[in-house]
């Protein structure tokens, strides 16, 4: 049971160039999330999934996309990087009702120069 | 959601109870209170949770105030592994859309 696991755990890219962080967990969980996390400060939400087939945008989401490929994978898409997204990506998981924990994953660090 | 205030840092001497306090006076009757915690730079980790009652598990205890407007996270014997940013959240339990708003956090320390 490997829990929530994200590659790569480190990316560096130029301005303008695009990349997919892949998220997947194995705890057969409904609810899946991306956070980024920028020096210094806590995580915001970029967009999050309820459930397979729905998506829905968190509180940062623009220059981002999601899929919610199946239940186990839920990956976020930068189409045109930029330096303001140069931050620690943490995916995360959660069950059911009455299971209100969030799982994260170990994160991805990404520095766009 | 409401907002959450808690002290930027924080430290403990190994051995003894940790008391992390949170205020959160604009919680609504459907807000959880949330307690997670962040080493280094790993995936922030779920402490414990509670609606108003005091809740215990086997990494901490957390003390609602009856009016619900502020709360306390004990760790009963602190440990050098006990040292991180702690995120006091407030949210509603709403089956998997939940947003947990994390804020900068208390920075506890574990003195040796």
């Known amino acids: 049971n490997a829990g929530v696991t994200q590659t790569p755990k480190f990316q560096v890219l130029k301005t303008g160039q695009s990349m997919t962080l892949q998220c997947a967990q194995d705890?057969?969980?409904?609810?899946m999330y991306w956070y980024r996390q920028d020096p210094g400060m806590g995580l915001r939400l970029i967009y999050y999934?309820?459930?397979?087939?729905?998506?829905d945008k968190g509180e940062v989401p623009n220059g981002y996309n999601v899929s919610r490929l199946n239940k186990r994978e839920f990956s976020l898409r930068l189409e045109s990087a930029a330096p303001s997204q140069t931050s620690v990506y943490f995916c995360?998981?959660?069950?059911?009702?009455?299971?209100?924990?969030?799982?994260f994953g170990p994160g991805t660090r990404l520095l766009v120069l | 959601d409401a907002k959450t205030t808690q002290p930027p840092s924080m430290d403990c001497a190994e051995g003894r109870a940790a008391n992390l306090p949170c205020n959160h006076s604009t919680i609504s009757g459907n807000e959880y209170v949330y307690w997670y915690r962040q080493i280094h730079s790993q995936g922030p980790q779920y402490i414990i949770h509670?609606?108003?009652n005091n809740e215990t598990n086997e990494m901490a205890s957390l003390i609602i105030t009856e009016d619900r407007k502020s709360s306390t996270l004990i760790l009963p014997h602190a440990t050098l592994r006990d040292t991180a940013v702690y995120y006091c959240i407030v949210a509603i339990s709403n089956f998997g859309n939940e947003k947990l708003t994390f804020g900068t956090g208390t920075r506890l320390t574990i003195i040796p």
């Open positions: 705890m057969n969980h409904n609810s």
């Open positions: 995360a998981s959660r069950g059911l009702a009455g299971q209100e924990t969030q799982y």
């Open positions: 999934s309820a459930s397979e087939g729905t998506t």
């Open positions: 509670g609606l108003k």
